[in-house]
Structures are given as structure tokens and as C-alpha cells.
């Protein structure tokens, strides 16, 4: 199993030692790229899909912290910092390790076994998903095939729902959102009384705005349902941590 990962850091020597640290310590670990510039590594990461982010938190004018909020898709991050008074505000967002510059060796193989089995739990778990097929009768009688992850959302339409995919499709069924919440909620969350989101296609969850985004469809969230779908988008991205 290959893992692509990029480094960012604003100084250059730090980011040249940490790939030579990576290649003596794991072969399955593979640094596709790095950056120094704030802006560039931003572009970057919302344009292309690594698994693992080795993340500075001082970035002159930035934050790291900055960085990963601004992630479409947000990959495992291992912080790689000279400053220990961060790892509070850094365990808010759940990294696979807090490594303190000078990087140690031993630290840092320890980092990278953990960041390995977080992603291969994750990956067997979206590969069984991917097979996970249904069959659904549409409100004209035909009767359709579905991968589960293809799903985007449901909104609930008086007696009818109407299905959302990640490929622009929308299909109008008979069954009512809360048959399909009780089917299938272990992949499915109702954020809002007429909305119930596929949890492993959430791109982000705004929380300020009471919203959660899935490949650009904004959907809104219920205030006493955000805490609840926070948790399960979080248990989602870290099976079994």
C-alpha cells in the first residue's frame, strides 16, 4: 500500500531533512510534493488527493491550523513544529501525531505506523462500502441499481423524496426519507428534518453558518443535530481511534 504525502513548511532545510527522515524510516510512504508558500500549498491540496499532510503550524503570514480549515478534503496530518504550546488548539482537529522540531527519528516512525493503520482501517472500510449496492423503485415504477456511496442526499418532498448523486442526478423515489434513515443509518445522518446526508461524502461542516457541505451542495443543519453530526463525521474519518 502506497501513501502519497506532501510537506509544508516555510523553511527549506527542514522540509529536505524531513524527506530524507521519511525515506530511511518507511518505503510505503511516498512525499509527492512540498511547499513553502502558504497560498501555493492551499491550491495545491484542493486541486489533487494525497492521504497524509506532514503540517508546520508557523507559516510566516499563516497558520497551518489556518491551512486545514481552508481543505476541501481534509487529509491526516502529522504537525511537525518547534512549538509545544500549539498541541492543545492541534487536538481539536484529530491529528495522527504532535512531533516537535528537532524531528526524531523514533518519533517520527511511531508517527508514520500510526498514520498507516489509521489509513488502511479507513480504506478497508470505504472498500467495503463501494460494493454496498441497493435497489430502489423510483415514483414511475422502475426499479434502479445504487452504489450507497453515490448518494449525495435526500430531501424529503410531502410523500416522496428526491434522491441526490454525486454525478449532478437527481431521482424522484416512493419511499419516504425516514424508511431509508432506518434502513441505512449507519451511513446516513438526518441533519435537519427534511435533509438526511450521506456522512461519507460531507466535504465540510460549517458550523458558524448551521450548514454542511457535500461536493459543493450546501444543506442545512439542524442546531441541536450539528454537536451529533460533528461526531459522526469525525468517527467516520478515524475508525477505531
Known amino acids: 500500500m502506497k501513501i502519497k504525502a506532501v510537506i509544508i513548511d516555510d523553511e ?32 495545491y491540496l484542493n486541486n489533487n488527493k494525497i492521504d497524509a499532510l506532514f503540517l508546520d503550524i508557523r507559516l510566516k503570514d499563516h497558520t497551518g491550523f489556518e491551512l486545514y480549515a481552508n481543505l476541501v478534503n481534509k487529509p491526516e496530518v502529522i504537525f511537525t513544529t518547534a512549538y509545544a504550546g500549539y498541541a492543545f488548539q492541534a487536538i481539536k482537529i484529530d ?9 526524531d527519528r523514533n518519533e517520527l516512525s511511531k508517527a508514520i505506523d500510526k498514520l498507516i493503520n489509521r489509513i488502511s482501517l479507513k480504506r478497508e472500510i470505504e472498500e467495503s462500502y463501494a460494493l454496498e449496492k441497493i435497489t430502489i423503485e423510483s415514483i414511475n415504477k422502475k426499479v434502479h441499481l445504487i452504489h450507497l456511496e453515490d448518494i449525495l442526499y435526500l430531501k424529503a ?18 419511499k419516504g426519507i425516514q424508511l ?19 456522512v461519507s461524502n460531507v466535504s465540510s461542516v460549517l458550523k458558524r453558518e448551521k450548514r454542511v457541505e457535500l461536493f459543493g451542495h450546501l444543506i442545512p443543519v439542524s442546531s441541536l443535530r450539528m454537536n451529533e453530526l460533528v461526531r459522526r463525521v469525525s ?7
Not at 527542514?14 to 511547499?35: G, R
Not at 491529528?95 to 524531528?103: F, R
Not at 468517527?235 to 481511534?241: A, D, E, G, V
Open 235 to 241: 468517527n467516520l474519518k478515524t475508525p477505531n481511534s
Open 180 to 198: 431509508f434513515e432506518e434502513e441505512y443509518t449507519q451511513h446516513f445522518y438526518r441533519c435537519h428534518r427534511s435533509y438526511l446526508i450521506n
Open 12 to 43: 527549506p532545510n527542514n522540509i529536505e531533512l524531513l524527506k530524507v527522515l521519511i525515506e530511511q524510516t518507511n518505503i510505503q510512504l511516498l512525499v509527492t510534493d512540498s511547499f513553502l508558500d502558504f497560498n501555493e500549498a492551499l491550491d
Open 157 to 174: 418532498e410531502n410523500t416522496s423524496c428526491n434522491l441526490f448523486f454525486k454525478d449532478g442526478v437527481k431521482l424522484v423515489i416512493k
Open 95 to 103: 491529528p495522527v501525531d504532535y512531533l516537535l522540531k528537532p524531528i
